[in-house]
Nanobody
Framework: QVQLVESGGGSVQAGDSLRLSCAAS????????MGWFRQAPGKEREFVAA????????HYADWVKDRFTISRDNAKNMVYLQMNSLKAEDTAVYYC??????????????????WGQGTQVTVSS
């Protein structure tokens, strides 16, 4: 079992930054990959970024375009998503997720075994 708790969401203006955090507990954190997804109202949940168990391999959705950075601290059992230059279209609930199998299909929500409850990010233009 893995428990995930996100934090750091909020309401900001376009162009601002936010840092999302996800605290993990349960299984040894350094043994599984992590991902961030988001879901806007009326839309499907979509891939944002993923990080390997060591933190050495990073993946991003094409639309991120260097605005977001994923990172992890295995000593603290934490994964982060630094979001810069936020846009109104970034408004969504953001979820962190754990992939215990360390699948190469990091972009597919079907590969993730555990999910957090989500944190709301609202960007006003």
């Amino acid at each position: 079992q893995v428990q995930l708790v996100e934090s750091g969401g909020g309401s900001v203006q376009a162009g601002d930054s936010l840092r999302l955090s996800c605290a993990a507990s349960g299984r040894t954190f350094s043994t599984y990959a992590m991902g961030w997804f988001r879901q806007a109202p009326g839309k499907e949940r979509e891939f944002v970024a993923a990080i390997s168990r060591s933190g050495g391999t990073l993946h991003y959705a094409d639309w991120v375009k260097d605005r977001f950075t994923i990172s992890r601290d295995n000593a603290k059992n934490m994964v982060y998503l630094q979001m810069n230059s936020l846009k109104a279209e970034d408004t969504a609930v953001y979820y962190c997720a754990a992939d215990l199998a360390n699948s190469p299909y990091y972009y597919s929500r079907l590969q993730y075994d555990y999910w957090g409850q989500g944190t709301q990010v609202t960007v006003s233009s």
